[in-house]
């Protein structure tokens, strides 16, 4: 009876092989990449494919730091590692230990190199970005002369502003030879001083494309004078001179719109402003018109004629006044002299006969007062040898002379004594 055996021990037997298998323990296998899941753990699980056939792949997390690329469903790889068995489920799956593109992966890996390389050396930043002018008159294209992506680019220039002129250099944009093809069309149209470039070709796979990947395109872009979009491929299509151009469009119609100014909108924009503009200034005008209108309704308020015509005829009141006050004033002047005139001699003779009175009073006090009279009188005036009037006997001595004028005449003399006596005593008067 043949021998049984179970089934931990075969699938044991079965690992033992895998394990001894000096092959299996280090290989490459190349495919197509199937399902793929990113667990949570880190792990990648997957399936390599080709026709009729496929394997399941694991990558755990220690050896995810070697891959450089996001593993996609669809790609073609090259998974290095080895296949081992399951004991537990029965099953064998290839533990990969490293994963690298194929054919035009070994081209993603050279576009992702060289985007990093140009990156940093600072040939994406926006610094070094070109404004887009909005009005153009000459549009430079470097496209393939025939093809959907030059018909589209004039088309949608002339439905947009047919005064636009658009130079095409005719590049070959896929195959040999055509990054350099590509950089004389750029040199080109920067000579013949085009406001605008656009650069680009319709879409294709990575290798249809990688013209426009090309490190001589991509400084070629980078220090042209003139702005340039790139449109190259399809929205989804990303190539190194996306991010050296000034401006990326996604299709090369986009990029025509991008770079021709709409001149019905620009024609509708005007419309749209000088209606308004025509809206604000008939606004203002009647603003400031009836401004206006109230200002020179306070001009004439205010104006120094109708001023001065108002004084005039305050003046001619106050002047009406002033004669009428005046001649009020001469007529009672006249009036009181008049009555003046009538009461003048009575008056007059009043004040002679006051005066009159006054100087007989005045005459009576001189007369009372006058040496004359006094001599009159029987008293005489007498006077020293030098003429000095002598008004008491002290002023004199015995044996001077001395002159005694009289109402009639002067009689000289000589004092022969003198004695002094109290006269006011004598006649009984005091005080």
Not at 247 to 255: K, Q
Not at 306 to 316: D, F, G, K, V
Request: with cysteine; aromatic share 8%; hydrophobic share 35%.
């Amino acid at each position: 009876m043949a021998n049984v055996y179970s089934v931990s021990q075969v699938n044991h037997y079965i690992k033992n092989m895998f394990t001894q298998d000096f092959l299996l323990q280090g290989l490459s296998v190349s495919g197509e990449v199937g399902s793929c899941k990113y667990h949570s753990s880190g792990h990648i699980y997957f399936t390599l494919k080709e026709k009729g056939a496929a394997l399941s792949c694991v990558m755990f997390a220690g050896y995810r730091k070697g891959l450089d690329f996001t593993l996609t469903q669809g790609q073609q790889v090259i998974v290095s590692g080895s296949i081992e068995a399951y004991e537990r489920d029965g099953t064998y799956q290839l533990y990969a230990r490293s994963i690298r593109l194929a054919g035009s992966g070994r081209l993603y890996e050279q576009y992702e190199a060289l985007k990093k390389e140009l990156e940093e050396m600072g040939m994406f930043d926006s610094c070094y970005k070109q404004p887009i002018p909005r009005f153009i008159k000459t549009l430079g294209v470097v496209t393939a002369p025939t093809g959907a992506a030059v018909r589209d680019i004039i088309q949608i220039t002339q439905r947009r502003n047919p005064f636009v002129q658009i130079i095409l250099y005719p590049a070959q944009v896929q195959g040999d030879g055509a990054a350099e093809s590509i950089v004389n069309g750029i040199h080109a149209l920067e000579e013949k001083r085009v406001n605008v470039m656009i650069v680009g070709r319709g879409g294709g796979s990575i290798e249809d494309l990688w013209a426009f990947n090309e490190r001589i395109v991509a400084e070629a872009v980078f220090h042209c004078a003139v702005p340039v979009i790139s449109a190259v491929g399809h929205e989804t299509d990303t190539t190194i001179i996306d991010f050296v151009s000034d401006l990326r469009a996604p299709t090369p119609s986009a990029a025509a719109e991008l770079a021709v100014y709409d001149a019905m909108v620009y024609l509708t924009n005007l419309e749209s402003i000088e209606a308004q503009l025509t809206g604000r200034m008939r606004d203002t005008l009647n603003r400031y018109q009836a401004g206006l209108s109230y200002r020179n309704q306070v001009l004439k308020a205010r104006h120094p004629g109708a001023r001065l015509r108002e004084q005039r005829t305050r003046l001619e009141y106050v002047r009406e006044q002033l004669d009428t006050l005046m001649e009020e004033q001469l007529t009672d002047r006249r009036r009181r002299l008049s009555e003046l005139g009538n009461q003048l001699p009575d008056l007059m003779e009043q004040k002679l006969m006051r005066y009159q009175n006054r100087l007989d009073v005045q005459v009576a006090a001189l007369k009372g007062l006058s040496p004359l009279n006094k001599l009159r009188q029987g008293l005489s005036y007498v006077t020293d040898e030098r003429g000095h009037a002598v008004r008491s006997a002290t002023q004199v001595k015995t044996g001077q002379e001395i002159s005694l004028q009289f109402q009639d005449g002067r009689v000289n003399a000589t004092v022969l004594g003198k004695e002094l006596e109290d006269v006011k005593k004598r006649f009984g008067q005091s005080g």
